[in-house]
Structure formats: structure tokens, C-alpha cells
């Protein structure tokens, strides 16, 4: 396969980390201007990172549902958890990985100079190959970025802070865990590993700011940056799982239903008034102007669909998990129907207009 995708991507990274793990063949290509402009929009419907020309010439965007479809074509080491429970926190950490942890690893990029600097300059070269001097399309990219996925998200002066500390709060949840073992369920990674790793690797790890803090911080959390990125399914085959849900990833659903899960629903809330964007509070603190994303109604959705299938002895013990950890009322604060609008025909990872633009 073909993947389309830069080496400074949030989300191809979490994709190729993925690929690597399970050890299936692919080719990483930069997305260039045709490819960004012409090629992929008309086979999918959008340009966004990556996006995947599969061998028999389908083509596929989206890393989460990518990974569940790639699941039934290469079935072991699961990524996705055959405990129910197991399976519905995992997708629920990465979910918040997608969606919550976006935004601190944008501010950590986009509003510190020197990763700025160093960010804008290697996308100018990887993607943006235009006959104009490199300093102009730096500048060029730097302010996109940042308008789009920085001030353009309600990042500012005032929410500066919180943006700040919502990364190393993260540090702190997780590096006793990875202190004590290899991945967050056990031996061997999930798709929770996978949901984190995209900003932690290519953003967080490897930006110059984010990357000096984890290292002095959470040493245990960069450990298992290079250990994700350099697993591998035949050498860990089917180790173990834990049972059950460790104590320990208690603080970091606390810290889903303080952000994560808020968002979502008040993401829900505007698009239900159909409003091109609203204003998000969460912990106190005010982002102003955030776009309204039918993509995260659909997240939003996944999530409760996932909840409702689970049998009824593990809905129970969901509940009880959700509620002592502040995460029940956000995910279900917003009435159903969510009508996200996005996948109506449920062909993702297949379905061409996708409505998530994102790099």
C-alpha cells in the first residue's frame, strides 16, 4: 500500500506505528501539491493526512476506522481488545488521543518558535516543492498552521496556559503507568497505544519544547515512544493483556471527562443548532471560537454505539467505571439522535467527502 503522508504528521505516525507493528507492507509517500490539490480530493473527497491507495487501486482516509478495517485482514496480535470492557476503554483512550491531545500538540508546534521554525521549514521542503525561495513558503505554512490550528481552535493569550499544562498533566498520568509496564493494557500494544502515540511521537517526543519536557518529565512516557514505534508482532506475538481495567488508567479518564468528553458533547450541542462554531469550556477555562466538527459527532457517536453493544454484565461494570471517573455525564449530556451527518452509508474507511479535514 501507498500511504500518503508527511514524517512530521500527527496522524500518519500514528497510522505508519501501526503498519510497523503488524508488519504489513506500505510505502510512505509525501503529499505533495498535485497529490493535495487534485488526486486525493477526487478520490476521497478531501486532502487530508494520510491518505492510503491500497494495492487493488481502492483508496481509504482516516486512521481510526483504516485500523479497524486492516483488523479483519490481519487478525493477529489484535489491536482491538476481545474483552468488551477492555475493547470500549481502549477505544475511548484513543479517541481521546485523536481528538483532545490534538490541540496542545498544535500549540506545543505552532505558538513555540523554535519548533516552529524547525516544523515550517521541513514541511516547505517535504510538501510545498514550488518554485518560490523557502523562506516565503516557511512563512507561509507557519502562518496557516497557526491560523488554522491554533488561534483558528481558540488557542490564545488567555487559554495559553491551560494548553500548557493540559500536555504535562498527560506526563504526569502516564508515566506511572509506563513505569510499570510496556503498554497500557499489558505486554502488548493496543489500539489506546496507537491513539496516544500520535501526538506523543511526531509532535510531543520530537518537537524540540514538548520534546525536552517529556524527556525530563516522563522519561518512562519517552521509553515507550521508541518502544511503540519499534514493536513488533512477531517478536511480541500474543503476550498477555492484564484483566480487567488497571486502577492506574483511572487518572487519565478523569482526565477525559474533564476535556476530552465536554468538548465532544459541546462539539454535538452546535452542530444540533447548526453552528459554525461555539465556545468550549473546559476546567475552568474558556476556548472561544472553536470550529464545529461534524466528524466529532460522529466520534462522539462510535463511542456510544460501542457502550450500548456491550453485554450486559460489562455495560454495568462501564457505567461504574465511567461514573466514578466524571466521564458518564459528558458522553451522554447531549440527546440522542446525534445525526452526525458524516459516514451515512458506513463505508469508512472507503466513503469518499469526508467531513474531517485535518493534517
Known sequence: MIVYG?????????????????????????????????RIPRRVGVAQLPTVELPAGRWMTDTTPMIA?????????AVIPEDPLQRFVALLIEDFGDEWLWRPAMHYRWNNLADRRLRSTELAEELMRL?????????????????????????DRNTRPHMDAAYTRVLD?????????????????????????????????LDPTP???MRERAPS????????????????????????IPGDLGPLLRESGETHLPMLAANADAHRR?????????????????????????ALEQLRREFRRLPPPDRERA?????????????????????????????APFGTGSRMVRD
Not at 516557511?138 to 488561534?151: G, N
Not at 514505534?229 to 512477531?234: E, G, K, T
Request: hydrophobic fraction near 40%; aromatic fraction near 14%.
Open 173 to 205: 498520568r502516564l508515566e506511572p503507568l509506563f513505569a510499570s509496564r510496556p503498554f497500557v493494557l499489558g505486554e502488548r500494544p493496543t489500539v489506546a497505544d496507537f491513539g496516544l502515540f500520535g501526538s506523543m511521537f511526531r509532535h510531543f517526543a
Open 221 to 244: 512516557v519517552y521509553e515507550w515512544v521508541a518502544r511503540t514505534w519499534n514493536a513488533r508482532a512477531d517478536r511480541i506475538g500474543t503476550r498477555p493483556l492484564l484483566e480487567g
Open 274 to 298: 447548526a453552528e459554525p462554531d461555539h465556545d468550549l469550556r473546559v476546567q475552568g477555562v474558556t476556548y472561544a471560537g472553536v470550529p464545529t466538527s461534524a466528524y466529532r459527532v460522529w
Open 131 to 155: 518554485p518560490l525561495p523557502l523562506a516565503l513558503r516557511r512563512r507561509w505554512i507557519a502562518w496557516r498552521q497557526t491560523r488554522l490550528f491554533v488561534r483558528g481552535d481558540g488557542v
Open 319 to 347: 457505567e461504574h467505571l465511567l461514573r466514578v471517573n466524571g466521564c458518564w455525564v459528558p458522553l451522554w449530556r447531549v440527546e440522542d439522535p446525534l445525526d452526525s451527518g458524516h459516514d451515512l452509508d458506513g463505508r
Open 69 to 77: 478495517w486492516l483488523e479483519q485482514q490481519h487478525k493477529t496480535p
Open 211 to 213: 520534546g525536552r519536557i
Open 6 to 38: 508527511s514524517e512530521v504528521s500527527y496522524f500518519t505516525g500514528k497510522f505508519e506505528a501501526y503498519l510497523r507493528y503488524k508488519e504489513i507492507p506500505y510505502e510512505r509517500r509525501p503529499l505533495g501539491v498535485y497529490q493535495y490539490l487534485w
